[in-house]
């Protein structure tokens, strides 16, 4: 079945530090993948999307690629900053508009 | 433009009462999602609506759980009786309907965390 793996928190960095985010996915047919974020006391956001294969979906400074030969959806940000600090969900859509949420990763960025 | 509103942001009950939340989605759109977060795992879906009709609802736990969008426009999910493993946080979230169905964004409310004691 299709699934979302996505490393364990709470991630602690220092603010301009480099994050990466590690996700992989099981998933049958062609998905889409997801990175949302949810900033305390709201709802999910969409951070940003790759629909196929090598595609780089980017926002606010963070980048992921979509790598179907390591299924993997890996999130990135070069410089970090204390506004950053939120829950982040890495998510697939299957075939059959679907999604699928990994457990999210607490990033918490101290001054 | 409203986002997606949820009611109530907390919940605590007692096992065997009965809760229902509601889900506001942002007009016009006609698909209507809820999702369950469990102790900090992972975000598991629970059943999709389009409009008024239920599109998908294999992710509902059991016949405990009720989910109904009269008129298609807000929803409710109405547990009852509840149950200790029942507590969690529960999110609702929109989207347009696109041709394709893909790829079509959705807009997650804040949540209402339910505690059963």
């Known amino acids: 079945g299709n699934s979302v793996t996505q490393m364990e928190g709470p991630v602690t960095l220092s603010e301009e530090a480099f994050l990466t985010i590690n996700c992989t996915y099981t998933a049958t047919g062609y ?37 179907k030969e390591t299924t993997s959806f890996h999130l990135e940000k070069g410089s970090v900053q204390v506004s950053d ?15 699928y949420f990994g457990s999210g990763t607490k990033l918490n960025v101290k001054p | 433009e409203a986002g997606v509103t949820q009611f109530p942001s907390h919940s605590v009950i007692e096992k065997g ?15 209507l999602y809820w999702y369950r977060r469990v102790m900090g795992k992972e975000i598991k879906f629970l059943l999709h609506f389009v409009k008024e009709s239920k599109q998908d609802e294999s992710g509902m736990p059991n016949n405990r759980f009720l ?6 426009t807000y929803s409710t999910l109405k547990v009852q009786p509840a149950e200790l493993e029942d507590s969690g946080v529960y999110f609702c979230a929109s989207s347009q309907l696109t041709p394709t169905g893909r790829d079509n964004e959705q807009f997650f409310g804040p949540g209402t965390r339910l505690t059963v004691l």
């Open chain 1, 85 to 99: 600090s939120a829950v982040y969900f890495c998510a697939l859509e299957d075939n059959f508009n679907k999604f």
């Open chain 2, 17 to 31: 009462q009965t809760v229902t939340l509601r889900c506001d989605p942002i007009s016009g759109h006609d698909n």
């Open chain 1, 31 to 67: 998905p889409s993948l997801f990175w949302y974020v949810q900033y305390p006391g709201e709802g999910l956001q969409l951070l940003l999307k790759a629909t196929k294969a090598d595609d780089k979906g980017s926002n606010k400074g963070f980048e992921a690629t979509y790598r």
């Open chain 2, 67 to 72: 989910a109904e969008r009269t008129g298609g």
